[in-house]
């Protein structure tokens, strides 16, 4: 008597290519992410000391000044009223500004420990209008407007406390790139602490 050995039919593993595909589609649908994401985030270009952009065309044009004009950065110019909004609506908007809005954020109206001059830098874009202001709660004070250069930069040297009335307490940064009727704003992380 003769014993037939038959084999079992290998069964096809379906779940092998229903996995690979899977795990095909999570990586494209990851790598596709993290592509928007960084460009997402190069678009924007705000470093953390800075602040975070805010688009707001609701900003005036330029904040109440008072007091003395600080002195003019070397790499801007005064612009009082060269940018009228409304008149040129195909203009680009600025980029949000970003640099050092203040070089000191706890300074002393005396001037003693801590000096009671700052610079301030306003990165945008080039040619655009940049302004600083400083809000404690309905009082705002600025910085005059100036016009960045080539590179986008603008820079208020050594301007005093008292140049533009800014009194002892806390006062929120905000700077401010306007680029014909469009805007663009980027607030400091920090506020700015006047002492006596």
């Known amino acids: 008597m003769s014993y037939t050995i038959q084999k079992r039919p290998q069964k096809q593993k379906p779940t092998i290519i229903i996995v690979s595909v899977a795990v095909a589609v999570l990586v494209l649908t990851a790598a596709g992410l993290l592509y928007w994401h960084h460009t997402a985030r190069t678009a924007k270009r705000v470093p953390i000391n800075t602040g975070t952009a805010i688009s707001d065309p609701n900003v005036p044009h330029k904040a109440p000044n008072s007091g ?20 040129d609506s195909n203009t680009a908007a600025p980029a949000a500004p970003t640099g050092q809005f203040i070089s000191n954020h706890h300074p002393n109206l005396s001037g003693n420990p801590a000096p009671n001059t700052e610079t301030s830098t306003c990165t945008t874009s080039p040619g655009a209008s940049c302004t600083i202001t400083f809000t404690n709660g309905g009082t705002v004070k600025s910085l005059p407007v100036q016009k960045t250069n080539a590179n986008g930069t603008t820079v208020w040297t ?24 469009r805007q663009a704003s980027a607030t400091d992380v920090m506020d700015l602490v006047v002492n006596p």
Request: glycine share 14%.
């Open 158 to 181: 050594d301007w005093s406390l008292q140049d533009i009335g800014l009194t002892q307490g806390t006062w929120h940064t905000r700077a401010v790139a306007t680029n014909g009727s």
């Open 68 to 87: 003395t004009s600080p002195s003019t950065g070397t790499s801007g110019s005064k612009d009082e009223d060269s940018d009228t909004p409304g008149t």
